[in-house]
Nanobody, 121 residues
């Protein structure tokens, strides 16, 4: 079992920046896509950004131009750089990764514990 570890959330003023990190610890054989999702109060969980193991990214229009996703394959880590934050970006941010562990040949979907991002206006 892999538990992703997310960090970097906090309280920031509108227009500010935060950088979230997500580490996949443990005995990892390979990581395919890595992504970030968010869930605001009373809302569904939505995709924020995703990056393939080849570096290709997909970012929805709602955050395009403000959010950037990257990854360090040597560290099994993804990053979400968030600039120009707005009050509507306030949410719990969850990281996700599609992983093959050394204990199983199968691909599985893993999630982090969530990190709170609060943007004050």
């Amino acid at each position: 079992q892999v538990q992703l570890v997310a960090s970097g959330g906090g309280l920031v003023q509108a227009g500010g920046s935060l950088r979230l990190s997500c580490v996949a610890p443990g005995r990892i054989s390979s990581i395919h896509a890595m992504g970030w999702y968010r869930q605001g109060p009373g809302k569904q969980r939505d995709l924020v950004a995703v990056i393939s193991n080849g570096g290709g990214t997909d970012i929805p229009d709602s955050v395009k131009g403000r959010f950037t996703i990257s990854r360090d394959n040597a560290k099994n880590t993804s990053y979400l750089q968030m600039d120009g934050l707005k009050a509507e970006d306030t949410a719990v941010y969850y990281c996700n990764a599609v992983i093959v562990t050394m204990m199983s040949p199968y691909v599985n979907d893993y999630w982090g514990q969530g990190t709170q991002v609060t943007v004050s206006s």
